[in-house]
């Protein structure tokens, strides 16, 4: 059994400010505190007749009380509350902040017991979500020091709605080890680098929104330039090479092998150039989704150090329309 310590103040019985740190277990002499994470504090606080705690109060209450090593998530503390247009009833509050510092005294921080699976079905119907977009997810390796400017825009919805973050609601990136940005979504994030090396670009998020934490991610990729041409056949395929490194014709910036064109043809050939390290491709399929991939020859060259897939259409054709699916 454990040992119940009382105090009195001559007839007057004085409840201590945690009565649970009256109450040890005889083996370890632990306070009961120390053993669980309940307190009821119309026991620890008695309220005269007709008066109520109040969710804020008790907080505060167990804030200038618990030490801080017991203001941990989980604690739960009960007491009758007065209830507008209903009779009095008696609710148990969870705190659910995940550090014991200011967190511990707001009430945000602090949920019904029972209100538990009211927020997980909250959580499902009206879900928060954060969506990062770019209109510029590739940029072309360069060679230089020139900079680009990645642009950003970072959404915020809950059930489907634009949610406007409050006032205690924080959204924030960080990215290549850099430094933590805290982010306004109302404008875009614009981010300057030198794209001199081939690869991802991740820009990792964080938002702490009504308390709880969101976590999610966005890339943008580093390549080199890919390719699509109309070709008379596949005789021109060295000169096309040559044309591209010394003509500047337009490139394509892909982040992967796939890629869709639709073109007319007049006793021509198409041609789908682009980095050998995307792989080869699996798949060549037209608007009804024929196969075509055995009707294109694979060649590869080497163009300013980068290696590249060439696929040609074997055959030259005449066509309106031609769609085209690589990937």
Not at 33 to 51: M, R
Not at 241 to 253: A, T
Not at 291 to 316: H, Q, W
């Amino acid at each position: 059994m454990a040992n119940i310590h009382k105090v009195v103040n001559g007839d007057e019985l004085i409840y201590p400010a945690t009565i649970t740190d009256a109450v040890g277990h005889k083996e370890t002499r632990s306070p009961l505190s120390d053993l669980i994470n309940y307190y009821n504090a119309d026991l620890i606080w008695p309220q005269a007749v007709g008066t109520y705690h109040t969710l804020s109060e008790v907080i505060s209450k167990l804030f200038d009380t618990l030490e801080e090593k017991h203001r941990v998530s989980g604690i739960q503390v009960g007491f009758k509350c007065s209830i507008p247009g209903k009779d009095p009833e008696y609710q148990r509050f969870e705190y659910f902040g995940e550090e014991p510092g200011d967190k511990f005294k707001q009430e945000k921080y602090w949920r019904r017991v029972d209100s538990g699976v009211l927020d997980k079905l909250d959580s499902i119907i009206n879900p928060i979500k954060i969506t990062v977009d770019s209109p510029t997810p590739a940029f072309e390796r360069t060679k230089g020091n020139s900079s680009v400017t990645a642009r950003l825009a970072v959404t915020i919805t809950k059930g489907g709605t634009n949610y406007n973050l409050g006032p205690d609601d924080e959204v924030s990136y960080t990215v290549s080890n850099g430094a933590r940005v805290i982010v306004n979504t109302s404008v875009p994030i614009l981010d300057q680098f030198v794209p001199n090396t081939v690869g991802d670009r991740v820009y990792n998020f964080s938002a702490n929104i009504e308390g709880k934490k969101y976590t999610t991610s966005f890339t943008i990729k580093v390549v080199d330039p890919s390719f699509f041409y109309r070709l008379p056949d596949r005789s021109a395929i060295p000169s096309i090479m040559f044309d591209i490194e010394e003509k500047g014709v337009s490139h394509l910036f892909l982040t992967s092998k796939n890629y869709t064109s639709t073109i007319d043809l007049v006793d021509g050939c198409t041609c789908f150039i682009y980095p050998k390290y995307f792989g080869k491709l699996t798949t060549i399929k037209d608007a009804n989704n024929f196969e075509y991939i055995n009707s294109y020859t694979l060649t590869e060259r080497n163009l300013d150090g980068v290696d590249y897939y060439i696929y040609a259409l074997t055959d030259p054709v005449t066509i309106t329309n031609f769609k085209q699916s690589f990937s």
